[in-house]
């Protein structure tokens, strides 16, 4: 008897507890604005609510490529199971058309939408609830005057229990530290408008920062690296692993350019970003680099001389050259099976000393090389970097239907042993293997934006 009142009283603190949860999660629901899609804004507005959508790289996550922008549907894959961006166009049973202000402010400080349902940290709102009323406020107007496209995401793709998204509160009660982002009053302007664009809507730690078990971003390494759509995104702190040390001047060049001479050029997601950040003055962009430099900091002593060394021998090589002129500077001597592959295939572009962007990066200064993980390297050599349409742009051949798996194993051991000080990679042929059959998902796209880029490259083309 006393056990069946102990079970009893176990059945009922479990009732209890899943009832106070439940009643924790609970979001209300926002009423219908049926007049928000008819809405008038001023073009100033609208006009700044662009350059935030591009900042906040809006139309990469919610266009399936080849389609209409921002109707959603794109496949996010995320370790716990594919996530499907949403349609935020401002049709009114797709999109977000019967959505008041109100709701989008919502969404965008506390993850959850107009139906009161918490949304997936894919969207990332751990960054977006640091955005300004005023920012939220000409975001609204950009994405509610945009064309009103019927289009329906496909249901998302986790396992149970992580469909059930009253979940999710516990989530955010863990990791969502929610509000606008405050002033550092012990920073300058500069650097307090630069955390607030890269800390916010430019979500940098979001593809920057590893990230735990759950899925929340590592506080503890932040911007220690992270990955997205297939690709590493390196490590922008004092793990960072580039050759030449980047400096307040280079990162902004980047950003603004897509491409340094000592960096190389963007690509995978953040050729995206980079594109898209070419609607910020130049202002913001130089703030996103002092503010990002603070966290990279000085490089340490033996770092610094060794990257004296390397400007002293790269900087002003930069010897032009006609695209049909390149050359083989050395042959094959040391025996590595690798090398006749790297010379054959590789050193006529990133031996040449044809200037960037449109000649290849010399090895010496490349971080995929020196990364801990080879997964960009990999994806650049089997997929190649798909030319932009119609306007010059760096450009890469593929090699996945010339290279197999053991070649390209090989030429990337060769790469590393001679262009960098870093442990061999462990278990290329695998991750070759992987990434070419498509079951590691990488997104390719050509560099000149999302509306033109035909597909996701998941497998192998027919």
């Known amino acids: 008897m006393r056990a069946l009142r102990v079970a009893i009283a176990i059945v009922v603190v479990i009732f209890v507890a899943a009832a106070a949860f439940l009643l924790f999660a609970w979001r209300s629901e926002i009423p219908e604005d049926t007049a928000a899609a008819e809405a008038r804004f001023a073009p100033e507005l609208v006009a700044k609510g662009a350059q935030l959508a591009a900042l906040g790289n809006c139309i990469a996550c919610h266009t399936v490529p080849g389609r209409p922008a921002f109707a959603g549907g794109l496949a996010l894959p995320t370790p716990f199971g594919t996530i499907y961006s949403t349609n935020i166009t401002p049709d009114r049973e797709t999109g977000i058309g019967g959505w008041s202000?109100?709701?989008?402010?919502?969404?965008?400080?506390?993850?959850?939408?107009?139906?009161?349902?918490?949304?997936?940290?894919?969207?990332?709102?751990?960054?977006?609830?640091?955005?300004?009323?005023?920012?939220?406020?000409?975001?609204?107007?950009?994405?509610?005057?945009?064309?009103?496209?019927?289009?329906?995401?496909?249901?998302?793709?986790?396992?149970?229990?992580?469909?059930?998204?009253?979940?999710?509160?516990?989530?955010?009660?863990?990791?969502?530290?929610?509000?606008?982002?405050?002033?550092?009053?012990?920073?300058?302007?500069?650097?307090?408008?630069?955390?607030?664009?890269?800390?916010?809507?430019?979500?940098?730690?979001?593809?920057?920062t590893p990230r735990n078990a759950l899925?929340?971003?590592?506080?503890?390494?932040?911007?220690?690296?992270?990955?997205?759509?297939?690709?590493?995104?390196?490590?922008?702190?004092?793990e960072s692993k580039a050759p030449i040390p980047w400096d307040e001047g280079s990162l902004a060049f980047y950003l603004r350019n897509g491409w340094h001479e000592f960096h190389g050029v963007s690509r995978g997601p953040m050729a995206e970003v980079t594109g898209n950040l070419g609607f910020l003055p130049d202002s913001d962009i130089a703030a996103i680099a002092t503010y990002v430099m603070s966290i990279m900091g000085a490089p340490a002593p033996e770092r610094a001389q060794?990257?004296?060394?390397?400007?002293?021998?790269?900087?002003?090589?930069?010897?032009?050259?006609?695209?049909?002129?390149?050359?083989?500077?050395?042959?094959?001597?040391?025996?590595?099976?690798?090398?006749?592959?790297?010379?054959?295939?590789?050193?006529?572009?990133?031996?040449?000393?044809?200037?960037?962007?449109?000649?290849?990066?010399?090895?010496?200064?490349?971080?995929?090389?020196?990364?801990?993980?080879?997964?960009?390297?990999?994806?650049?050599?089997?997929?190649?970097?798909?030319?932009?349409?119609?306007?010059a742009s760096a450009v890469m051949p593929a090699f996945r239907h010339l290279l197999?798996?053991?070649?390209?194993?090989?030429?990337?051991?060769?790469?590393?042993?001679?262009?960098?000080?870093?442990?061999?990679?462990?278990?290329?042929?695998?991750?070759?293997?992987?990434?070419?059959?498509?079951?590691?998902?990488?997104?390719?796209?050509?560099?000149?934006?999302?509306?033109?880029?035909p597909h996701h490259v998941g497998a192998e083309e027919d």
């Open 101 to 208: 202000e109100a709701a989008f402010e919502r969404a965008m400080r506390e993850g959850v939408d107009r139906e009161g349902r918490h949304l997936y940290p894919a969207f990332p709102y751990e960054h977006f609830t640091r955005v300004s009323a005023e920012d939220n406020r000409a975001l609204y107007a950009f994405v509610m005057t945009r064309v009103a496209v019927k289009a329906e995401a496909p249901e998302n793709d986790l396992p149970f229990p992580l469909r059930f998204r009253p979940l999710l509160a516990g989530w955010k009660l863990l990791f969502l530290d929610s509000g606008e982002q405050e002033t550092d009053r012990g920073q300058g302007e500069a650097w307090n408008r630069g955390r607030y664009l890269a800390e916010g809507l430019g979500h940098c730690g979001a593809c920057h």
């Open 215 to 238: 899925g929340a971003e590592d506080g503890e390494r932040h911007f220690g690296g992270g990955e997205a759509e297939g690709w590493q995104a390196y490590a922008i702190n004092t």
């Open 306 to 391: 060794r990257a004296a060394q390397l400007r002293e021998q790269f900087e002003g090589d930069h010897r032009e050259q006609a695209a049909d002129s390149q050359r083989s500077p050395v042959s094959a001597a040391g025996g590595h099976p690798g090398e006749a592959i790297y010379l054959a295939a590789c050193a006529s572009c990133h031996e040449s000393g044809r200037r960037q962007p449109f000649g290849g990066l010399n090895f010496e200064l490349s971080t995929a090389v020196n990364a801990p993980n080879p997964q960009n390297i990999v994806n650049v050599v089997l997929f190649g970097l798909p030319p932009a349409d119609g306007e």
């Open 404 to 453: 197999n798996d053991q070649q390209v194993a090989d030429l990337l051991a060769y790469m590393r042993e001679r262009f960098s000080e870093e442990p061999p990679w462990a278990g290329l042929v695998e991750q070759t293997a992987r990434t070419r059959s498509g079951t590691y998902k990488v997104a390719v796209r050509p560099s000149d934006g999302i509306e033109r880029a």
